[in-house]
């Protein structure tokens, strides 16, 4: 019995000098008590605590955590009852203070935030409560931070996740948005027919436009083609008068070269002047001398007949 005993002393002994070592992991944080009294936070690392008289009063976890509570029922200013979740991330920032400060944070930041909530939604109506997520979201992680900060807790952010209002209002407000879509729609359709009409209108102006300036280009294509067919006929007549009063006046030098009398030169003048006439005018003014010469052709050939 006595080897026994020792045994089991030893053992005893190597447990409980055993049990005095600790290493506190990451991220985590031992509170001690000595005596009941608190005597210290451990962070990470290797300690020794005293047997018997000290001992690990909570390990707390300082990791952000996430805190999903559920719906709870709220009324808005118009008095409108609809039930709110809300998601709370929250970091415990003193341990000390996390240990000592409430009996239950979890329950109280429960309790917290849904009488938060409620307060916030009292002061809006059911359309702003719908519009204002950000500015609930915002209002409650304030009002959450100052009133966590006496329990070593740090709430970093608040999210609404769901807003479940009563059953006759999500009837009407799925009436409400399928009206407007209707209504979208129609104003989308009457803007498309509106674009369609201005450009075809605008693609008119356009081919009119084009069409007055391919008319008054071929018109004035026309009118130089015109003017270039008189101008060639001009210079084609200039050139034949031309041709005939040089082939006259070769006459007449060769009458004056055969030897003609006075007489018959003045005839051939007549008759080139009768010729550059080319039945065109109805007077021919002659001068006084060809006058009578011009008489006595005429008889002659009127015997002649």
């Given amino acids: 019995m006595g ?3 020792i045994i089991v002393f030893v053992v005893v002994v190597l447990w409980i000098v055993v049990s005095c070592f600790k290493i506190v992991p990451q991220a985590q944080a031992y509170v001690m008590e000595r005596l009941g009294a608190y005597q210290g936070t451990w962070s990470v690392g290797f300690h020794i605590k005293w047997p018997f008289i000290d001992k690990v009063a909570r390990r707390v976890n300082l990791k ?3 805190a999903d509570f559920p719906p709870q029922p709220v009324i808005t200013k118009d008095n409108v009852t609809m039930r709110i979740d809300t998601v709370v991330f929250y970091q415990i920032t003193d341990p000390k203070l996390f240990t000592y ?10 309790n917290l935030t849904a009488t ?8 809006l109506e059911l359309d702003q409560t719908l519009t204002s997520r950000e500015t609930i979201n915002t209002k409650m992680r304030a009002a959450l931070d100052i009133a966590t900060d006496p329990w ?8 609404l996740k769901n807003i479940i209002p009563p059953a006759e209002i999500q009837n009407a407000m799925e009436k409400q948005m399928k ?3 209707e209504r979208r729609e129609a104003v989308t359709r009457a803007e498309g027919e509106k674009k369609a009409s201005i450009l075809s209108a605008e693609g008119e102006k356009e081919s009119a436009i084009l069409r007055a300036q391919a008319d008054k280009e071929s018109a004035i294509l026309r009118a130089e083609a015109e003017k270039e067919k008189m101008i060639r006929e001009a210079e084609g007549q200039a050139e034949a008068i031309l041709k005939v009063q040089k082939a006259n006046a070769d006459g007449i030098r060769m009458l004056k070269e055969a030897g003609a009398d006075e007489a018959v030169l003045k005839i051939k003048s007549l008759e080139a002047f009768e010729k550059v006439a080319d039945g065109k ?3 021919i003014l002659l001068p006084s001398e060809l006058q009578g010469i011009a008489s006595v052709a005429a008889a002659i050939k009127e015997t002649a007949k």
């Fill in 64 to 66: 952000e955590q996430v």
């Fill in 101 to 110: 400060g409430v009996e239950s944070p979890m329950m109280a930041i429960e």
């Fill in 116 to 123: 938060t909530l409620r307060n916030i939604i009292g002061d």
């Fill in 3 to 5: 080897p026994l005993l």
């Fill in 179 to 181: 009206a407007e879509r």
């Fill in 152 to 159: 070593g807790i740090k709430v970093n952010r608040v999210e």
């Fill in 281 to 283: 005018a109805n007077t």
